[in-house]
């Protein structure tokens, strides 16, 4: 069992930023895929950021790459989204997600379904 815990999210202007966090427990260094979905009323949940803890694999969803980046807090044992360059198309709930017993090859092809454990949601919302 592995309990994610979300927190960051807010509002924002367009041009802003967020830092999500999400705290895992346990955590494994070696073969979770742990990441980022969101979701949009009316639309399907997407995958906007995942890594492979093993060996610090990430996939990016094309539309978010060069503005939000993924970091593993060690000590805290914690994984964060910072989100620049805000958009009003960002906006969605956000939730943490984690596979278990993962591999680096799983990050580009994997949806919402391959993932068993899910935080509870943070919402972002960007809105001037």
């Known amino acids: 069992q592995v309990n994610l815990v979300e927190s960051g999210g807010g509002s924002v202007q367009p041009g802003g930023s967020l830092r999500l966090s999400c705290a895992a427990s346990?955590?494994?260094?070696?073969?979770?895929?742990l990441g980022w979905f969101r979701q949009a009323p009316g639309k399907e949940r997407e995958k906007v950021a995942v890594?492979?803890?093993?060996?610090?694999?990430?996939y990016y969803a094309d539309s978010v790459k060069g503005r939000f980046t993924l970091s593993q807090d060690n000590a805290q044992n914690t994984l964060h989204l910072q989100m620049d360059s805000l958009k009003r198309d960002d906006t969605a709930m956000y939730y943490c997600?984690?596979?278990?017993?993962?591999?680096?090859?799983?990050?580009?092809?994997?949806?919402?379904?391959?993932?068993?454990?899910w935080g509870q949601g943070t919402q972002v919302t960007v809105s001037s």
């Open positions: 346990p955590y494994s260094y070696s073969n979770y895929c």
């Open positions: 997600a984690a596979r278990t017993f993962c591999s680096a090859g799983y990050l580009q092809h994997s949806t919402a379904l391959g993932y068993n454990y």
């Open positions: 890594i492979y803890t093993g060996d610090g694999s990430t």
